[in-house]
């Protein structure tokens, strides 16, 4: 079996209190198959009991929002364990993948691809154990070009890609890109029922199905966990989730190239360890162990960020103390109090009228005036950038 290992580092954002602070966040995440994908953005950490590790590369320059990131190359920098038996599954699947590439120049473009110069050096380091590599698709396919061949550009990572997919199959009979069995089975005649079951887990690994499952590892990945199964969403609800937050990301740039079918999303699912249950043995969907806060996070990420008003009109921020945030309107030269978890509506119109906050954070939803929490955080970030003070000294504040 295959297995991964890499440790991706990204900016997590958090507010304490009235305090953002922004810190990078080690996500490590354990998993028990091949091919694995995360994200470099990657907002939760996370500890999983189970041996094999996946992690990316953080790339370069700011990565703190997932709408901004530079469209280009899908393949992600992960690092995996080479072993031998990783090595045979892998030219196994690259034999019936690629059959007119001779069989030297493949076992050489597969050395290429992880790392080495040559494939005897790669037998020679692989007789002392396995060794952690970076597997690269471009060396993999330039080698194969020199030699007048021309194969996909991610021929090497859909190689992967399939090894685990295919021990996802083997382990669960039943799995298939719809779901669980197959649609409107139950109106199939027998022979009609098995073929169509064969050509759906033929379907799960084909190119486009492989890329789903790279997309929802990608999303799981940045889920939490929960010790029980959680049973307001399902993996239907999960993998328009997970299509929802590829399109906010930027990077795929058109919908069907983000699509996330219920088959793959509960792959991903059995791949990365998660708890996998049937909502019900005629349903096609399953419940996740996986946390609805952090489902909920990861959608408000792909809310847009509004206009940020110009304070000090109406009121200024001094600064903050304890949890507390000082403000002083500055028509009725008078102080205002409030705690972080004090910032409601309600009395965030204490500081300026609906008006006010309605232009600048525009409403979510119909029932809301504005967006309260957004000018909350704006809120925050001012208190953070005016420092920490004492009640006394923002009443100086105040009177000047």
Same mark, same amino acid.
């Given at each position: 079996?295959?297995?991964?290992?890499?440790?991706?580092?990204?900016?997590?954002?958090?507010?304490?209190?009235?305090?953002?602070?922004?810190?990078?966040?080690?996500?490590?995440?354990?998993?028990?198959?091949?091919?694995?994908?995360?994200?470099?953005?990657?907002?939760? $950490?996370?500890?999983?009991?189970?041996?094999?590790?996946?992690?990316?590369?953080?790339?370069?320059?700011? %990565?703190?929002?997932?709408?901004?990131?530079?469209?280009?190359?899908?393949?992600?920098?992960?690092?995996?364990?080479? %072993? #031998?038996? &990783?090595?045979?599954? *892998?030219?196994?699947?690259?034999?019936?993948?690629?059959?007119?590439?001779?069989?030297?120049?493949?076992?050489?473009?597969?050395?290429?691809?992880?790392?080495?110069?040559?494939?005897?050096?790669?037998?020679?380091?692989?007789?002392?154990?396995?060794?952690?590599?970076? #597997?690269?698709?471009?060396? &993999?396919?330039?080698?194969?070009?020199?030699? @007048?061949?021309?194969?996909?550009?991610?021929?090497?990572?859909?190689?992967?890609?399939?090894?685990?997919?295919? $021990?996802? *199959?083997?382990?669960?009979?039943?799995?298939?890109?719809?779901?669980?069995?197959?649609?409107? @089975?139950?109106?199939? %005649?027998?022979?009609?029922?098995?073929?169509?079951?064969?050509?759906?887990?033929?379907?799960?690994?084909?190119?486009?199905?492989?890329?789903?499952?790279?997309?929802?590892?990608?999303?799981?990945?940045?889920?939490?966990?929960?010790?029980?199964?959680?049973?307001?969403?399902?993996?239907?609800?999960?993998?328009?989730?997970?299509?929802?937050?590829?399109?906010?990301?930027?990077?795929? @740039?058109?919908?069907?190239?983000?699509?996330?079918?219920?088959?793959?999303?509960?792959?991903?699912?059995?791949?990365?360890?998660?708890?996998?249950?049937?909502?019900?043995?005629?349903?096609?969907?399953?419940?996740?162990?996986? %946390?609805?806060?952090?489902?909920?996070?990861?959608?408000?990420?792909?809310?847009?960020? #509004?206009?940020?008003?110009?304070?000090?009109?109406?009121?200024?921020?001094?600064?903050?103390?304890? @949890?507390? $945030? &000082?403000?002083?309107?500055?028509?009725?030269?008078?102080?205002?109090?409030?705690?972080?978890?004090?910032?409601?509506?309600?009395? *965030?119109?204490? =500081?300026?009228?609906?008006?006010?906050?309605?232009?600048?954070?525009?409403? =979510?939803?119909?029932?809301?005036?504005?967006?309260?929490?957004?000018?909350?955080?704006?809120?925050?970030?001012?208190?953070?950038?005016?420092?920490?003070?004492?009640?006394?000294?923002?009443?100086?504040?105040?009177?000047?």
């Amino acid at each position: 079996m295959l297995h991964l290992r890499a440790r991706g580092f990204a900016p997590l954002t958090a507010i304490y209190l009235n305090l953002p602070n922004l810190f990078d966040a080690p996500c490590r995440a354990g998993y028990d198959a091949a091919w694995l994908v995360a994200p470099s953005t990657c907002r939760r $950490v996370r500890r999983r009991k189970y041996a094999t590790i996946l992690c990316a590369v953080p790339l370069p320059g700011p %990565s703190r929002n997932r709408r901004t990131t530079a469209p280009g190359s899908r393949e992600p920098k992960v690092k995996i364990i080479i %072993s #031998p038996s &990783f090595i045979r599954s *892998l030219k196994g699947d690259l034999r019936s993948s690629l059959p007119d590439i001779k069989s030297s120049h493949r076992v050489e473009a597969i050395a290429r691809g992880l790392g080495w110069a040559t494939n005897a050096a790669m037998q020679a380091r692989l007789a002392t154990g396995a060794i952690e590599r970076e #597997p690269s698709s471009d060396a &993999f396919a330039a080698y194969l070009a020199q030699h @007048g061949t021309a194969v996909q550009p991610r021929a090497l990572s859909h190689a992967i890609g399939r090894v685990s997919v295919r $021990v996802v *199959l083997t382990a669960h009979e039943s799995l298939t890109p719809h779901g669980f069995g197959i649609y409107r @089975g139950d109106r199939l %005649s027998v022979v009609e029922w098995h073929q169509r079951y064969a050509e759906a887990r033929s379907k799960m690994l084909s190119p486009e199905c492989i890329e789903q499952f790279e997309r929802a590892i990608e999303y799981l990945s940045c889920l939490d966990t929960t010790k029980g199964l959680n049973r307001k969403v399902t993996s239907y609800n999960l993998k328009h989730s997970a299509e929802r937050w590829h399109d906010g990301r930027g990077i795929e @740039g058109r919908w069907d190239r983000e699509y996330v079918s219920n088959g793959m999303l509960i792959a991903a699912a059995h791949h990365l360890g998660l708890q996998v249950k049937r909502v019900s043995p005629g349903s096609f969907t399953a419940n996740l162990n996986v %946390s609805s806060r952090s489902i909920q996070a990861l959608e408000d990420e792909r809310k847009p960020v #509004p206009p940020q008003p110009d304070a000090g009109q109406l009121f200024r921020v001094l600064g903050n103390n304890s @949890g507390k $945030v &000082f403000y002083v309107l500055t028509d009725e030269d008078r102080m205002i109090t409030l705690r972080a978890d004090a910032h409601t509506p309600a009395n *965030l119109l204490r =500081l300026a009228p609906v008006a006010y906050w309605s232009e600048r954070f525009p409403p =979510l939803t119909r029932r809301a005036a504005f967006d309260s929490l957004a000018a909350a955080a704006y809120l925050f970030r001012q208190a953070s950038d005016a420092g920490i003070t004492s009640v006394e000294g923002a009443y100086r504040q105040s009177r000047t």
